[in-house]
């Protein structure tokens, strides 16, 4: 079983839908999570960042780890076409260590 | 304020030759990492360095590999001798640890084709 597991998508909404992307991942040490957003041709830029279990709200963004499930969600509400991107989830132990990423869902936002 | 800046943008070579990518990180970062992407394998961990000293690097692939920092605004990565498998995209991320935690900040990466 590979540490964390991402769907790769391709993921395709209407504008206007709310997204709901997910992660899974083994490792129960993992205590910190991320949602990298990935434009075609350009690095990863950090959209979220978590802390242990529970939600985190970030204008139309919301991260959520259930760390019993070990499982986490990221949700766009209102998605616009330039939510259209590769989202990568990330996740590491501590607050210094490597980071462990998935490898990433592609969303596609319809006009 | 400039980002992690790495050159160059798309290498493409022969096998056999010698490859080297370059990155500067932000002014002010401390630690330093070099990732590869691939459709396969997704975004792998090969080295990173805090303070110019390379802390993990059991991601490299081969021995054929190898990271360099000489100071804090400069980092290399060489393949000798580069093979097709090598193809994919290199980037570099900075942080500053220590001091709270801090993203990584990523570069746009070098695209690598070996021919």
């Known amino acids: 079983q590979k540490e964390v597991e991402q769907d790769p998508g391709p993921l395709s909404v209407p504008e206007g839908a709310i997204v709901s992307l997910n992660c899974t991942y083994s490792?129960?040490?993992?205590?910190?999570f991320m949602w990298y957003r990935q434009y075609s041709r350009k690095g990863p830029e950090l959209l979220m960042y978590?802390?242990?279990?529970g939600n985190k709200e970030d204008g139309r963004f919301t991260a959520q780890v259930d760390k019993s499930s070990k499982y986490i969600s990221l949700f766009i509400r209102d998605s616009q076409p330039s939510d259209s991107a590769t989202y990568l989830c990330a996740m590491s132990p501590n607050r210094d260590d490597k980071i462990i990423f998935g490898k990433g869902t592609r969303l596609h936002i319809l006009p | 304020d400039a980002g992690v800046i790495q050159s160059p943008r798309h290498e493409v070579t022969e096998m056999g030759q010698e490859v080297t990518l370059r990155c500067k990180p932000i002014?002010?970062?401390?630690?330093l990492f070099w990732y590869r992407q691939t459709m396969m394998r997704g975004l792998e961990l090969l080295i990173y360095f805090n303070n110019n000293v390379p802390i993990d690097d059991s991601g490299m692939p081969e021995d054929r590999f190898s990271a360099k920092m000489p100071n804090a605004s400069f980092s290399t990565l060489k393949i000798q001798p580069s093979e097709p498998r090598d193809s994919a995209v290199y980037f570099c991320?900075?942080?500053?640890?220590?001091?709270?935690?801090?993203?990584?900040?990523f570069g746009d990466g070098t695209r690598l084709s070996i021919l």
């Open positions: 991320a900075s942080c500053r640890v220590g001091s709270g935690n801090q993203p990584q900040h």
């Open positions: 490792n129960s040490a993992f205590q910190y």
């Open positions: 978590t802390y242990s279990s």
């Open positions: 002014s002010g970062h401390n630690s």
